[in-house]
């Protein structure tokens, strides 16, 4: 079996982890997770989102976040923008990368944004056009793309219009998301490949989370189909509101590790990481939820 010699992981704690936690965590501290999470070699990193903060508290103060933040020549602060409001915030911010969403469920999409699949394409059009036109890079997603809490299964031609959608507006890169983490390798596997007949692969990303434990295995099997690029978090923070007892992301710490084993390359110290993320969990009041990180924390212990 062959790999790609190296996998792009792009950071999403400081926006789709932290979002989700029931804790709030301040400006200064988003910031400082941010800058440390660059200097363990991170080199594309979610920083937050130009959403209400009246629906999404943990993300308020973004731009404040960005205009505090010491930033990286050649690392790239992404934020999501939901709207031609958003984009305006994010413009005044200084973002070079933005990322939009749509969802390859109908309900899903109607219970977290209150409008169609359809809708939330048009709406992402608009968004993704003007940003181009500023020079601006937009990364997509595509949430329930193995299941969702209202529809359960979803069907593939589901999943690849929207991604095919999203990468037809100028996208250059779309992320397939397991947003309540029910998926298994087999049906992974079957997704990318139907996706990829319309999407070429170096334009795909792997969003997992781990709810079943199921989140490293789908990878696996993504990159045994020559996926390179996977997002991930630090310290497995996270998770689906709309889903009973899901779990957060793919802790980057256990992705590290596994490629690491497998001689992956990625560039980043997996150590660093790793204390960034206890440290993160320590504020939010719990341990980590990555297995690499709890092992690390223990051989320091034990050395």
Known sequence: MSYAKSVKIVEVAPRDGLQNEATTIGISERVRFIEELTDAGLWTIECGSFVSPKWVPQMAGTADVLRQLKRTPGVRYTVLVPNLKGLEAAIESGVEEIAVFASASESFSQHNINCSTDESLSRMSDVAQAALARGIRVRGYVSCVLGCPYEGDISLKAVTRVAAALAGMGCYEVSLGDTIGVGTPRKARAMLSEVAEHVPIDRLAAHFHDTWGQALANVLACLEMGLAVVDSAAGGLGGCP?????????????????????????????????????????LLGRQPSSKAALAWKASRTND
Do not use: P
């Not at 084993?261 to 993160?280: F, H, P, Q």
């Open 242 to 282: 709309y889903a009973k007892g899901a779990s957060g992301n793919l802790a980057t710490e256990d992705l590290l590790y596994m490629l690491q084993g497998m001689n992956i390359e990625t560039g980043i110290d997996l150590g660093k990481v790793a204390a960034t993320g206890w440290r993160i969990a320590n």
